[in-house]
């Protein structure tokens, strides 16, 4: 398995696999009310199948090209904790977009390891397989994603009014898209 360094602080970015349902299972546990606020996750992966069948899905997205799923983890060595993930909810390379996102547990956010991880992988999809515009979808309520969004350098394509209805209440969502041309001259200048 690879391991892709976010930085100084023994941050790592790896494949989340059907295998590490267990440790996934525990990551979504400890962040279940935090990660819940903007994201479905906790109401999908409830206990050890479902997070196997999540991770599943993913990993035969992955192998259909059609998305991606990689966890953060904190200190970088074998003892590493599972803190986060960055993913391609849906990837189409025929059409050159892809839809990015993220989520955190309370231990890891303000340190930077989402901006970080999502240049990675967006790095990846506009370099190695030519996508052409990556969007962001997030709540209108979520503030920090939102910022995450603007720290890669994306700009708001506009408001989707209620269109997202998340435990029986209807969400405003903001699409956040970069296209390949502004991602490689942002990369360039910094």
């Known amino acids: 398995m690879y391991a892709i360094s976010l930085g100084a602080d023994g941050a790592e970015l790896r494949p989340l696999e059907p295998w590490q349902a267990d440790e996934f299972l525990a990551h979504v ?3 279940r009310e935090f990660i819940g606020q903007h994201n479905g996750l906790p ?3 409830t206990d050890l199948a479902s997070s196997r069948a ?3 899905a993913y990993a035969e997205k992955a192998a259909a090209d059609t998305g991606r799923l990689y966890g953060i983890w904190t200190d970088g060595h074998r003892d590493a904790n599972l803190v986060g993930a960055v993913l391609f909810r849906r990837m189409d390379v ?3 977009t ?3 996102g993220c ?4 231990s890891a956010v ?3 390891l989402v901006t970080r991880a999502a240049r990675v992988i967006i790095d990846w999809a506009v370099q190695e397989r030519g996508i052409h515009r990556v969007e962001w979808w997030v709540s209108a309520a979520n503030e920090a994603s939102i910022a995450v969004a603007r720290r890669l350098g994306m700009r708001k394509d506009g408001v989707l009014r209620e269109s997202h209805l998340y435990r ?3 969400h405003d969502e903001e699409i956040w898209p970069v296209l390949a041309p502004e991602w490689r001259a942002g990369r360039q200048r910094s």
């Open 98 to 100: 892809a839809e990015a």
């Open 54 to 56: 999540f991770l599943q």
């Open 29 to 31: 546990d400890r962040g």
């Open 110 to 112: 303000g340190k930077g």
């Open 94 to 96: 025929e059409q050159g």
């Open 43 to 45: 109401d999908v992966v």
């Open 168 to 170: 029986e209440k209807r």
């Open 103 to 106: 989520w955190l547990e309370p």
